[in-house]
């Protein structure tokens, strides 16, 4: 698409906006900024922003008048009847994701899923790059698809987190390899039900050929159901089943396709979530040619990401465990049942349209007690009630505190909120390290 003298209407000025307004502006666009913000809330603004035209605190008519592209920012609402004008009107409306990949010429692997994808992502960067590729590792975290058009070094491999709000405006995105880890209930507060979410990520195939290829967890009934219309070439992985074909664990190796074996002897991560992301992981890996003890070697020195499952502290035989990125009760189930100790169960938040009921199974094995906070604080409670032990809080602080106070030798303090943090924090990296910060202050004191 030809770019010079288009008027052109970015929608959002995080990073992902940021990123294209600049790209536009180096091709010659004339862009126009619209941002639901007042400019007062940004700590910084980019230079450029004054020989543009702009409007902050809403969106006007004038974001759609004699447009020719209008390009939406992955956490801007596609059904804002602004945009449904513009698309009536025939101007086109995508999302970052699907104007970045206009240009694209690399091969990209791309990851969604409702859990793991950021882990994943970068597990798979992690082994490419370990093994000597150059690789590009953005998307739905880090750098935006966009930026990575503006740099001068090519990757070999594009490696993508993809959300279902970035997938929801993409129609012509076509990655290369498409893996899909997990489906269960989140982002409802956007998204009409589950069917509807389920069909946002399963968009990340619709442009696939039967030369690529689609990693899927067959251990999640509704991937597997939803695999039979894909016309990429299907790789399964599970933990749980052996499928046919696919990527498994037998002992400690990792069992591939086409039966390379790869050691688990030097693998880290807490979890059967990180058993499938790891599984995943590798089938990538091979597809990419990666040999299997290069593939060992990485998966032993990789860490994993902060406010994933990430050991804190333990103090007394306690330990505290920052799961913070646990926006979902299905991520917190899991977190749950990672571990065979006793948890304290730090929960709550902003709820996402989320059911606190379907805890009760996971929380009946594991937790010994909740402490709940945030504003879904009442429906955590209503929820759970009569299943464990609740006690109320006013903030994270008094959370850790009141863990501490009912915690025993060998217990598991674990924050995994199940709640987004946006009634009480930035992000869940800031509520992270609010955690962090307490569990470290409790240290001090109790050890001093």
Not at 111 to 123: E, F, H, R
Not at 151 to 176: C, G
Not at 220 to 234: C, W, Y
């Amino acid at each position: 698409m030809e770019l010079k003298g288009k008027e052109v209407t970015v929608v959002g000025l995080g990073r992902s906006g940021e990123a294209v307004a600049s790209f536009l502006l180096s091709r010659g666009a004339r862009v126009f900024i619209t941002e639901i913000r007042e400019k007062e809330e940004f700590p910084s603004l980019p230079p450029w922003l004054d020989e543009v035209e702009s409007e902050f605190g809403g969106h006007t008519s004038r974001a759609i008048e004699e447009k020719d592209l209008i390009v939406m920012s992955p956490g801007v609402d596609p059904s804002h009847p602004l945009w449904v004008r513009a698309r009536d009107q025939g101007i086109p409306v995508v999302g970052e994701l699907e104007f970045a990949s206009w240009w694209v010429k690399e091969p990209v692997i791309a990851v969604t899923g409702t859990n793991g994808k950021t882990t994943t992502v970068s597990l798979i960067g992690y082994i490419l790059s370990s093994a000597g590729r150059k690789v590009f590792v953005g998307g739905n975290i880090g750098s935006p698809l966009t930026r990575y058009l503006m740099e001068e070094e090519r990757a070999d491999y594009l490696i993508l987190e993809v959300s279902s709000f970035q997938l929801e405006t993409a129609s012509n995105f076509h990655p290369w390899a498409a893996v899909l880890l997990n489906i269960a209930p989140d982002h409802l507060d956007r998204h009409p039900d589950l069917s509807y979410y389920l069909e946002a990520k399963l968009r990340i195939f619709a442009r696939q050929t039967p030369e690529d290829w689609a990693i899927l967890n067959f251990d999640d009934p509704l991937i597997r159901s939803a695999s039979e219309g894909i016309r990429a070439k299907v790789l399964p992985f599970g933990v749980k089943e052996r499928w046919p074909g696919g990527t498994f664990i037998e002992g400690d190796e990792v069992i591939l396709p086409r039966r390379g074996r790869v050691s688990l002897r030097g693998w880290g991560l807490p979890g059967r979530h990180n058993r499938e992301n790891l599984l995943a992981a590798l089938t990538v890996a091979s597809l990419c040619g990666v040999g299997e003890e290069e593939m060992a070697s990485s998966i032993a020195s990789f860490r994993g990401l902060p406010h994933r499952l990430e050991l804190v502290a333990t103090i007394r035989g306690v330990s505290f465990w920052n799961d913070s990125k646990a926006t979902n009760v299905a991520a917190a189930s899991e977190a749950i049942l990672s571990f065979d100790r006793p948890i304290l169960l730090i929960l709550g938040g902003r709820n996402k349209g989320m059911d606190f009921r379907t805890l009760r199974e996971a929380i009946s094995r594991r937790v010994k007690a909740v402490i709940a906070l945030g504003e879904a604080k009442d429906e955590i409670v209503q929820a759970l009630d009569g299943s464990v032990p609740i006690k109320e809080v006013e903030d994270l602080e008094e959370g850790v505190r009141r863990a501490w106070e009912m915690a025993e030798e060998g217990d598991v303090v674990l924050l995994s909120p199940a709640c987004s943090s946006f009634d009480m924090f930035r992000d869940y990296a800031h509520r992270g390290e609010v955690f962090r910060e307490a569990v470290k202050a409790l240290k001090d004191k109790v050890e001093d």
